[in-house]
């Protein structure tokens, strides 16, 4: 069950619009990039930005159930952030 679930939001998908416009604008990118090394050096600028977003979502995630005393989810979404090498939230 996930955290959203328990807490009775919809199962519905949703699909998270600025994570979207970094995957559009990584594919823009490479449209733009020819050279191998350009293009290696755009994927992995572009890699990195999606990873840090990632670990932003989850560590503000898991700021908020702590700041709602919602301890077991808070440990869930750093177990998550430790999961992908994310830094811990302090």
């Known amino acids: ?3 959203l679930r328990k807490h009775g939001a ?9 994570m979207q416009a970094l ?7 490479l449209t733009i990039l020819k050279a191998d090394d350009l293009r290696d050096a755009g994927l992995i600028a572009s890699a990195q930005k999606l990873e840090h977003y990632e670990i932003a979502a989850y560590g503000t995630a898991a700021a908020l159930a702590g700041q709602l005393d919602l301890r077991d989810e808070q440990k869930m979404l750093h177990l998550s952030l430790e999961k992908r090498g ?3 939230p302090s």
Do not use: L, N
């Open 1 to 3: 069950m996930t955290i």
């Open 10 to 18: 919809s199962a519905t998908a949703h699909t998270d619009q600025a």
């Open 86 to 88: 994310g830094p811990m």
């Open 23 to 29: 995957v559009t604008e990584t594919k823009k990118m």
